[in-house]
Protein backbone atom coordinates (compact mmCIF):
# COMPACT_ATOMS: atom_id res chain seq x y z
CA UNK A 1 0.00 0.00 0.00
CA UNK A 2 1.34 3.33 -1.00
CA UNK A 3 0.84 6.65 0.66
CA UNK A 4 0.08 9.42 -1.80
CA UNK A 5 0.60 13.16 -1.78
CA UNK A 6 -1.81 15.62 -3.25
CA UNK A 7 -4.32 13.44 -4.50
CA UNK A 8 -7.32 15.26 -5.99
CA UNK A 9 -11.20 13.39 -4.55
CA UNK A 10 -12.78 14.66 -7.50
CA UNK A 11 -13.62 10.68 -8.42
CA UNK A 12 -14.08 10.03 -4.64
CA UNK A 13 -16.90 11.95 -3.96
CA UNK A 14 -20.50 12.21 -6.03
CA UNK A 15 -20.46 15.79 -5.87
CA UNK A 16 -17.60 16.01 -8.17
CA UNK A 17 -15.80 18.42 -5.83
CA UNK A 18 -12.30 18.72 -7.33
CA UNK A 19 -10.83 19.17 -3.37
CA UNK A 20 -7.55 17.74 -2.61
CA UNK A 21 -6.11 15.74 -0.27
CA UNK A 22 -2.58 16.12 1.01
CA UNK A 23 -2.27 12.43 1.77
CA UNK A 24 -4.19 9.42 0.35
CA UNK A 25 -4.24 5.91 1.10
CA UNK A 26 -6.53 3.20 -0.23
CA UNK A 27 -6.92 -0.22 2.13
CA UNK A 28 -8.07 -3.07 0.78
CA UNK A 29 -7.46 -5.28 3.45
CA UNK A 30 -8.16 -4.89 7.48
CA UNK A 31 -3.98 -5.57 8.15
CA UNK A 32 -3.84 -2.62 5.75
CA UNK A 33 -6.25 -0.79 7.69
CA UNK A 34 -4.80 -1.53 11.17
CA UNK A 35 -0.69 -0.54 9.54
CA UNK A 36 -2.07 2.68 8.27
CA UNK A 37 -4.13 3.91 11.63
CA UNK A 38 -0.59 3.03 13.66
CA UNK A 39 1.13 5.70 11.54
CA UNK A 40 1.78 8.36 13.77
CA UNK A 41 3.47 11.03 11.02
CA UNK A 42 0.18 11.09 9.70
CA UNK A 43 -2.02 12.38 13.19
CA UNK A 44 -5.27 13.74 11.02
CA UNK A 45 -7.07 10.96 9.61
CA UNK A 46 -10.37 11.00 7.48
CA UNK A 47 -12.25 7.88 6.50
CA UNK A 48 -13.48 7.88 3.35
CA UNK A 49 -16.03 5.39 2.16
CA UNK A 50 -18.86 5.67 -1.20
CA UNK A 51 -18.73 9.76 -1.00
CA UNK A 52 -21.72 9.63 -1.65
CA UNK A 53 -22.93 11.67 1.46
CA UNK A 54 -20.49 14.41 1.97
CA UNK A 55 -19.93 17.74 0.93
CA UNK A 56 -15.76 18.89 0.63
CA UNK A 57 -15.74 23.09 1.19
CA UNK A 58 -12.49 22.58 0.40
CA UNK A 59 -8.88 20.74 0.77
CA UNK A 60 -8.40 18.24 3.10
CA UNK A 61 -5.00 18.88 5.29
CA UNK A 62 -5.27 15.39 6.40
CA UNK A 63 -4.77 11.68 5.53
CA UNK A 64 -7.96 10.35 3.59
CA UNK A 65 -8.53 6.65 3.66
CA UNK A 66 -10.33 5.08 0.86
CA UNK A 67 -11.92 1.79 2.45
CA UNK A 68 -11.86 -0.24 -0.37
CA UNK A 69 -12.62 -4.08 1.79
CA UNK A 70 -14.32 -6.50 -1.02
CA UNK A 71 -16.42 -9.39 -0.26
CA UNK A 72 -19.26 -11.31 0.42
CA UNK A 73 -20.38 -14.67 2.02
CA UNK A 74 -23.26 -16.99 3.68
CA UNK A 75 -22.99 -16.73 7.50
CA UNK A 76 -26.65 -18.91 8.44
CA UNK A 77 -28.79 -20.36 6.78
CA UNK A 78 -32.52 -20.89 7.86
CA UNK A 79 -35.76 -22.03 6.36
CA UNK A 80 -36.82 -18.97 5.37
CA UNK A 81 -34.14 -16.84 5.74
CA UNK A 82 -30.18 -16.49 5.38
CA UNK A 83 -27.62 -14.23 6.97
CA UNK A 84 -25.03 -12.53 5.04
CA UNK A 85 -21.68 -10.76 5.65
CA UNK A 86 -20.65 -8.30 3.38
CA UNK A 87 -17.12 -6.06 3.70
CA UNK A 88 -17.83 -2.18 3.81
CA UNK A 89 -16.22 -1.38 0.04
CA UNK A 90 -19.10 -3.24 -1.58
CA UNK A 91 -20.63 -0.80 -3.32
CA UNK A 92 -24.60 -0.58 -1.98
CA UNK A 93 -26.11 -0.79 -5.17
CA UNK A 94 -24.77 -3.73 -6.55
CA UNK A 95 -25.05 -5.45 -3.09
CA UNK A 96 -28.86 -4.98 -3.66
CA UNK A 97 -28.86 -6.59 -7.09
CA UNK A 98 -26.95 -9.42 -6.02
CA UNK A 99 -28.99 -10.45 -3.05
CA UNK A 100 -32.16 -10.29 -6.01
CA UNK A 101 -29.99 -12.21 -8.30
CA UNK A 102 -29.89 -15.06 -5.76
CA UNK A 103 -33.50 -14.72 -4.22
CA UNK A 104 -33.12 -12.68 -0.77
CA UNK A 105 -35.31 -10.32 -0.17
CA UNK A 106 -35.65 -7.08 1.63
CA UNK A 107 -33.06 -4.50 0.52
CA UNK A 108 -35.42 -4.15 -3.02
CA UNK A 109 -36.78 -1.08 -1.86
CA UNK A 110 -33.29 0.63 -1.15
CA UNK A 111 -32.34 0.02 -5.06
CA UNK A 112 -30.00 2.72 -6.49
CA UNK A 113 -28.82 4.28 -3.23
CA UNK A 114 -25.45 5.47 -4.05
CA UNK A 115 -22.88 5.06 -1.91
CA UNK A 116 -20.86 1.84 -0.10
CA UNK A 117 -22.11 -1.10 2.45
CA UNK A 118 -19.78 0.18 5.28
CA UNK A 119 -21.04 4.05 4.99
CA UNK A 120 -25.09 2.50 4.82
CA UNK A 121 -25.18 2.03 8.87
CA UNK A 122 -23.60 5.17 9.68
CA UNK A 123 -27.21 7.02 8.37
CA UNK A 124 -29.58 4.52 8.34
CA UNK A 125 -30.09 4.80 5.20
CA UNK A 126 -33.67 4.47 3.57
CA UNK A 127 -36.18 4.81 1.06
CA UNK A 128 -39.63 3.56 0.43
CA UNK A 129 -40.51 2.61 3.84
CA UNK A 130 -37.65 0.72 3.97
CA UNK A 131 -34.56 1.45 6.11
CA UNK A 132 -31.44 -0.37 6.55
CA UNK A 133 -32.32 -1.11 10.52
CA UNK A 134 -34.67 -3.54 9.28
CA UNK A 135 -32.82 -5.95 8.08
CA UNK A 136 -29.11 -4.97 9.90
CA UNK A 137 -27.97 -8.33 12.07
CA UNK A 138 -25.01 -6.56 13.29
CA UNK A 139 -21.64 -4.59 12.16
CA UNK A 140 -18.13 -5.15 12.65
CA UNK A 141 -15.90 -1.87 13.28
CA UNK A 142 -12.43 -1.01 14.06
CA UNK A 143 -11.81 1.23 17.12
CA UNK A 144 -9.62 3.70 15.26
CA UNK A 145 -7.47 4.59 18.25
CA UNK A 146 -6.46 1.08 18.87
CA UNK A 147 -7.13 -0.78 16.15
CA UNK A 148 -9.27 -3.56 17.87
CA UNK A 149 -12.22 -5.19 16.34
CA UNK A 150 -15.64 -5.04 17.80
CA UNK A 151 -19.45 -5.95 16.85
CA UNK A 152 -21.71 -3.93 16.91
CA UNK A 153 -25.50 -5.31 17.34
CA UNK A 154 -28.46 -3.55 16.29
CA UNK A 155 -29.42 -2.31 19.69
CA UNK A 156 -26.02 -0.70 20.00
CA UNK A 157 -25.84 1.22 17.14
CA UNK A 158 -29.02 2.96 18.35
CA UNK A 159 -30.54 3.66 14.72
CA UNK A 160 -32.97 6.67 14.27
CA UNK A 161 -34.26 8.65 11.25
CA UNK A 162 -30.73 8.88 9.33
CA UNK A 163 -29.00 8.80 12.54
CA UNK A 164 -26.58 6.28 14.44
CA UNK A 165 -24.24 5.62 17.19
CA UNK A 166 -21.43 6.27 14.49
CA UNK A 167 -23.20 9.79 13.55
CA UNK A 168 -23.40 10.55 17.90
CA UNK A 169 -21.05 9.46 20.02
CA UNK A 170 -19.02 7.17 18.48
CA UNK A 171 -18.43 9.82 15.43
CA UNK A 172 -14.71 9.73 14.54
CA UNK A 173 -13.95 6.68 17.03
CA UNK A 174 -14.60 3.34 14.72
CA UNK A 175 -14.19 2.71 10.50
CA UNK A 176 -16.92 -0.35 10.11
CA UNK A 177 -15.44 -3.20 8.06
CA UNK A 178 -18.59 -5.39 7.38
CA UNK A 179 -22.28 -5.57 7.96
CA UNK A 180 -24.52 -8.58 8.51
CA UNK A 181 -27.94 -8.64 6.98
CA UNK A 182 -30.94 -10.82 7.97
CA UNK A 183 -32.95 -11.46 4.42
CA UNK A 184 -35.62 -13.70 3.46
CA UNK A 185 -35.49 -16.69 0.93
CA UNK A 186 -39.07 -17.53 0.75
CA UNK A 187 -42.30 -15.58 1.75
CA UNK A 188 -40.87 -12.23 0.79
CA UNK A 189 -42.30 -9.26 2.76
CA UNK A 190 -43.62 -7.05 0.63
CA UNK A 191 -43.36 -2.83 0.81
CA UNK A 192 -45.05 -1.30 -1.65
CA UNK A 193 -47.52 0.71 -0.41
CA UNK A 194 -44.70 3.89 0.33
CA UNK A 195 -44.49 6.29 -2.31
CA UNK A 196 -45.76 5.60 -6.18
CA UNK A 197 -44.68 2.03 -5.91
CA UNK A 198 -48.00 0.59 -6.00
CA UNK A 199 -48.57 2.47 -9.26
CA UNK A 200 -45.94 2.17 -10.94
CA UNK A 201 -46.20 -1.73 -10.88
CA UNK A 202 -49.69 -1.37 -12.05
CA UNK A 203 -48.06 1.22 -14.87
CA UNK A 204 -46.10 -1.60 -16.06
CA UNK A 205 -48.93 -3.98 -15.96
CA UNK A 206 -47.42 -6.14 -12.99
CA UNK A 207 -50.76 -7.55 -10.78
CA UNK A 208 -48.22 -9.44 -8.65
CA UNK A 209 -45.04 -8.23 -8.06
CA UNK A 210 -41.64 -10.27 -6.89
CA UNK A 211 -39.19 -8.74 -5.55
CA UNK A 212 -37.38 -8.02 -8.56
CA UNK A 213 -40.28 -6.17 -9.84
CA UNK A 214 -40.26 -3.75 -6.67
CA UNK A 215 -36.66 -3.20 -7.59
CA UNK A 216 -37.09 -2.30 -11.17
CA UNK A 217 -40.34 -0.26 -9.99
CA UNK A 218 -37.76 1.82 -7.59
CA UNK A 219 -35.00 2.22 -9.99
CA UNK A 220 -37.32 3.79 -12.51
CA UNK A 221 -38.89 6.04 -10.02
CA UNK A 222 -35.59 7.22 -8.67
CA UNK A 223 -34.36 7.64 -12.12
CA UNK A 224 -37.29 9.86 -13.30
CA UNK A 225 -37.31 12.13 -9.94
CA UNK A 226 -33.35 12.19 -8.96
CA UNK A 227 -30.43 12.91 -11.02
CA UNK A 228 -27.42 10.10 -11.71
CA UNK A 229 -24.08 11.71 -9.94
CA UNK A 230 -22.04 10.18 -12.57
CA UNK A 231 -24.18 12.83 -14.97
CA UNK A 232 -24.64 15.53 -12.61
CA UNK A 233 -22.76 16.24 -9.01
CA UNK A 234 -25.57 15.32 -6.26
CA UNK A 235 -25.26 13.70 -2.87
CA UNK A 236 -28.71 13.16 -2.86
CA UNK A 237 -31.44 13.93 -0.21
CA UNK A 238 -29.21 16.95 0.71
CA UNK A 239 -31.77 17.72 4.01
CA UNK A 240 -33.55 15.93 6.17
CA UNK A 241 -37.30 15.90 6.88
CA UNK A 242 -38.17 17.69 9.63
CA UNK A 243 -40.16 16.17 12.53
CA UNK A 244 -42.61 19.12 14.36
CA UNK A 245 -45.47 18.42 17.02
CA UNK A 246 -48.98 18.10 15.84
CA UNK A 247 -49.92 21.05 17.52
CA UNK A 248 -47.10 23.21 15.28
CA UNK A 249 -48.66 21.57 12.39
CA UNK A 250 -52.22 22.24 12.87
CA UNK A 251 -51.42 26.28 13.08
CA UNK A 252 -48.83 25.95 9.91
CA UNK A 253 -51.75 23.96 7.86
CA UNK A 254 -54.06 27.10 8.85
CA UNK A 255 -51.85 29.14 6.42
CA UNK A 256 -50.83 26.62 4.16
CA UNK A 257 -53.30 24.21 3.73
CA UNK A 258 -51.63 21.97 1.22
CA UNK A 259 -49.14 21.53 3.85
CA UNK A 260 -48.03 17.40 3.80
CA UNK A 261 -47.36 15.34 6.64
CA UNK A 262 -46.53 11.78 7.76
CA UNK A 263 -46.99 10.91 10.98
CA UNK A 264 -44.65 9.92 13.06
CA UNK A 265 -46.33 9.16 16.22
CA UNK A 266 -49.68 10.55 18.03
CA UNK A 267 -47.84 14.23 19.10
CA UNK A 268 -45.68 14.52 16.19
CA UNK A 269 -45.49 14.54 12.26
CA UNK A 270 -43.03 14.57 9.71
CA UNK A 271 -42.88 17.71 7.00
CA UNK A 272 -41.25 17.06 3.81
CA UNK A 273 -38.55 19.40 3.55
CA UNK A 274 -38.94 19.55 -0.75
CA UNK A 275 -42.11 20.59 -0.09
CA UNK A 276 -41.34 23.70 1.75
CA UNK A 277 -37.48 24.46 -0.27
CA UNK A 278 -40.69 24.26 -3.42
CA UNK A 279 -42.80 26.67 -1.50
CA UNK A 280 -39.91 28.75 -0.94
CA UNK A 281 -39.05 28.96 -4.99
CA UNK A 282 -35.71 27.38 -4.87
CA UNK A 283 -36.43 24.32 -7.27
CA UNK A 284 -34.89 24.28 -10.73
CA UNK A 285 -32.71 27.57 -8.71
CA UNK A 286 -29.33 28.00 -10.04
CA UNK A 287 -26.23 30.23 -8.96
CA UNK A 288 -23.20 30.03 -11.02
CA UNK A 289 -22.77 25.78 -10.99
CA UNK A 290 -24.53 25.17 -7.59
CA UNK A 291 -28.03 24.38 -7.64
CA UNK A 292 -31.86 22.89 -6.85
CA UNK A 293 -32.21 20.20 -8.95
CA UNK A 294 -35.37 21.31 -10.90
CA UNK A 295 -37.25 17.51 -10.59
CA UNK A 296 -36.62 17.39 -6.71
CA UNK A 297 -36.14 20.64 -4.46
CA UNK A 298 -34.46 18.26 -1.98
CA UNK A 299 -31.80 17.68 -4.25
CA UNK A 300 -28.85 20.17 -4.31
CA UNK A 301 -26.41 19.89 -7.96
CA UNK A 302 -23.07 20.70 -8.92
CA UNK A 303 -23.68 21.52 -12.35
CA UNK A 304 -19.86 21.69 -13.09
CA UNK A 305 -17.49 23.36 -11.50
CA UNK A 306 -19.70 23.78 -8.42
CA UNK A 307 -16.94 24.72 -4.87
CA UNK A 308 -18.16 22.94 -1.81
CA UNK A 309 -18.15 26.48 -0.55
CA UNK A 310 -20.68 27.81 -2.85
CA UNK A 311 -22.98 24.83 -2.59
CA UNK A 312 -22.55 25.40 1.49
CA UNK A 313 -23.76 28.67 0.62
CA UNK A 314 -26.67 27.82 -1.33
CA UNK A 315 -27.88 25.18 1.39
CA UNK A 316 -27.72 27.91 4.04
CA UNK A 317 -29.43 30.17 2.00
CA UNK A 318 -32.41 27.58 2.11
CA UNK A 319 -31.94 27.21 5.21
CA UNK A 320 -32.62 31.08 6.15
CA UNK A 321 -36.09 31.26 3.90
CA UNK A 322 -37.11 27.86 5.09
CA UNK A 323 -36.97 29.34 8.55
CA UNK A 324 -38.07 32.40 7.99
CA UNK A 325 -41.23 31.49 5.85
CA UNK A 326 -41.86 28.35 8.13
CA UNK A 327 -40.14 28.89 10.95
CA UNK A 328 -39.06 25.40 10.85
CA UNK A 329 -34.83 24.44 10.81
CA UNK A 330 -33.99 22.22 8.22
CA UNK A 331 -30.54 20.41 9.22
CA UNK A 332 -28.59 19.02 6.29
CA UNK A 333 -28.44 14.89 5.96
CA UNK A 334 -24.79 15.10 4.53
CA UNK A 335 -21.60 15.42 6.32
CA UNK A 336 -19.90 18.56 5.38
CA UNK A 337 -16.19 18.83 5.68
Known sequence: ??????????PYNTFGI??????????????????????????????????????????????????SLKGKEIVEREEDHIEIRVMAGENWHELVLWS?????????????????VGSAPIQNIGAYGVELKDHFVSCEAMELATQHLQTFSLEECQFGY??????????????????????????????????????????SGVLHP??????????????????????????GS???????TTSTYEKLQLKYPDMPSYKVSEKHVKVPAAWMIDSCGFKGYRKGDAGVHEHQALVLVNYGEATGAE???????????????????????VNIL
Open 311 to 333: ILQLAEQIQEKVQKTFGIPIVPE
Open 210 to 235: TIQDISRAVIRIRQQKLPDPAILGNS
Open 18 to 67: NAKARYFAEVKTLDELSWVMQQRSYPKKLILGGGSNMLLTGDLDALVILI
Open 238 to 244: FFKNPVI
Open 162 to 203: RDSYFKQAGKGKYVICSVSFRLSTQNHTLRTEYGTIAAELRN
Open 1 to 10: MIIKEHVSLQ
Open 100 to 116: LEHGFGGLENLSLIPGS
